[in-house]
């Protein structure tokens, strides 16, 4: 019997034969069912326990064992918290956990159900309120062309044609060839040989591995640069108009010209740029510019 004319009681409920504590009101005579937060503090105060002997067995804070008794759920972090503190509190005083748990859902979705789902916000198509602006257009128009360019960049950065190589030599080193080259051209050229005709095919052959070497028409027109594997041979295109070469180690390339070898263009390593290499010009070459013995050519691998 409560101070205030009421009094607790078991009853049996005949559906499942599980046990209720109720609360008899004397006065009126019907009964309700305790909640969880006077199911939580009769346990604790029938063993003589404390709410903050409660907090340390279950290790949740006062203030939220304080909650859970007053049956305030705002003061929780939220709902899981609420379900798990007060499953926590229910084993520390000996109550079945589970019921409990169901106990505090049903309670919560009592005070505070849950929010209704929101509608889902389809685009239509001629919403103005749902229409990018114009300056979201004119902001995604600017970063595409900003993409494009730096594509550009980035493609003629790593991808464009080969360029023309810088000097390799000196000014006084260009002057100085530049001099032979007018004097060789200043003299009457050489009858050439009867038995070595002037025309054929003119052939490079690599006598060493990696030369450099840069074949170009008179207009500038790139035939072929790459450097020679040793054995590697190149043969200038016979409709190419002033084939010209450019290269760090004539030296090491041997020359036939239909067929016939002739001397190379040097014995030493330089740089040689804008040498004619079409067969009459190398013919004339060979015999107006002293040369040692032409070697022969090594057979490609």
């Given at each position: 019997m409560?101070?205030?004319?009421?009094r607790d009681?078991?009853v049996?409920d005949?559906?499942?034969?599980?046990?209720?504590?109720?609360?008899?009101?004397a006065?009126?005579?019907?009964?309700?069912p305790?909640?969880v937060?006077e199911r939580?503090?009769?346990?604790?105060?029938?063993?003589?326990l404390?709410?903050?002997?409660?907090?340390?067995?279950?290790?949740?804070?006062?203030?939220?064992?304080?909650?859970?008794?007053?049956?305030?759920?705002s003061a929780?972090?939220g709902?899981?918290?609420?379900?798990g503190?007060?499953r926590a509190?229910?084993?520390?005083v000996g109550?079945?956990?589970?019921?409990?748990v169901?106990?505090?859902r049903s309670?919560?979705?009592?005070?505070?159900?849950?929010?209704?789902?929101?509608?889902?916000?389809?685009?239509e198509v001629?919403?103005?309120?749902?229409t990018?602006?114009?300056?979201?257009?004119?902001?995604?128009?600017?970063?595409?062309?900003a993409?494009?360019a730096?594509?550009?960049?980035?493609?003629?950065?790593?991808?464009?044609?080969?360029?023309?190589l810088?000097?390799l030599?000196p000014?006084?080193?260009?002057?100085a060839?530049?001099?032979?080259?007018?004097?060789?051209?200043?003299q009457p050229?050489?009858?050439v040989?009867?038995?070595a005709?002037?025309?054929?095919?003119?052939?490079?052959v690599?006598?060493e591995?990696?030369?450099w070497?840069?074949?170009y028409d008179?207009?500038?027109?790139?035939?072929?640069?790459?450097?020679l594997?040793?054995?590697?041979?190149?043969?200038?295109?016979a409709?190419?108009?002033?084939?010209?070469?450019?290269?760090?180690r004539?030296?090491?390339?041997s020359?036939?010209v239909?067929?016939t070898s002739?001397?190379?263009?040097?014995?030493?390593?330089?740089v040689m740029?804008?040498?004619p290499?079409?067969?009459?010009s190398?013919?004339?070459?060979?015999?107006?510019?002293?040369s040692?013995?032409?070697?022969?050519?090594?057979?490609?691998?």
């Amino acid at each position: 019997m409560t101070e205030d004319g009421e009094r607790d009681m078991i009853v049996t409920d005949s559906t499942d034969g599980s046990d209720a504590r109720v609360r008899l009101t004397a006065d009126v005579g019907d009964y309700r069912p305790l909640s969880v937060a006077e199911r939580l503090v009769e346990a604790r105060r029938s063993l003589g326990l404390t709410n903050a002997e409660v907090a340390v067995r279950t290790r949740v804070t006062l203030r939220h064992i304080e909650a859970l008794e007053a049956g305030d759920y705002s003061a929780m972090p939220g709902r899981p918290y609420a379900i798990g503190f007060a499953r926590a509190y229910a084993r520390a005083v000996g109550l079945p956990d589970t019921e409990i748990v169901c106990a505090v859902r049903s309670e919560l979705e009592g005070t505070s159900p849950r929010p209704e789902s929101g509608a889902l916000n389809q685009f239509e198509v001629g919403d103005p309120a749902k229409t990018p602006s114009r300056l979201i257009g004119w902001l995604a128009l600017l970063m595409v062309g900003a993409l494009l360019a730096m594509g550009g960049i980035f493609w003629r950065s790593y991808y464009a044609p080969s360029v023309a190589l810088p000097s390799l030599v000196p000014d006084r080193d260009q002057k100085a060839a530049q001099v032979i080259r007018n004097q060789q051209a200043a003299q009457p050229q050489m009858a050439v040989q009867p038995h070595a005709p002037s025309n054929g095919p003119v052939v490079f052959v690599a006598m060493e591995e990696g030369i450099w070497v840069k074949f170009y028409d008179d207009r500038g027109k790139q035939l072929m640069q790459k450097q020679l594997a040793k054995g590697e041979s190149y043969t200038v295109p016979a409709d190419a108009s002033g084939p010209k070469l450019w290269t760090g180690r004539p030296d090491a390339l041997s020359i036939t010209v239909g067929g016939t070898s002739i001397p190379r263009l040097s014995d030493s390593e330089q740089v040689m740029k804008d040498v004619p290499v079409d067969a009459v010009s190398l013919r004339t070459r060979s015999l107006t510019v002293p040369s040692q013995a032409a070697p022969k050519p090594t057979p490609a691998p």
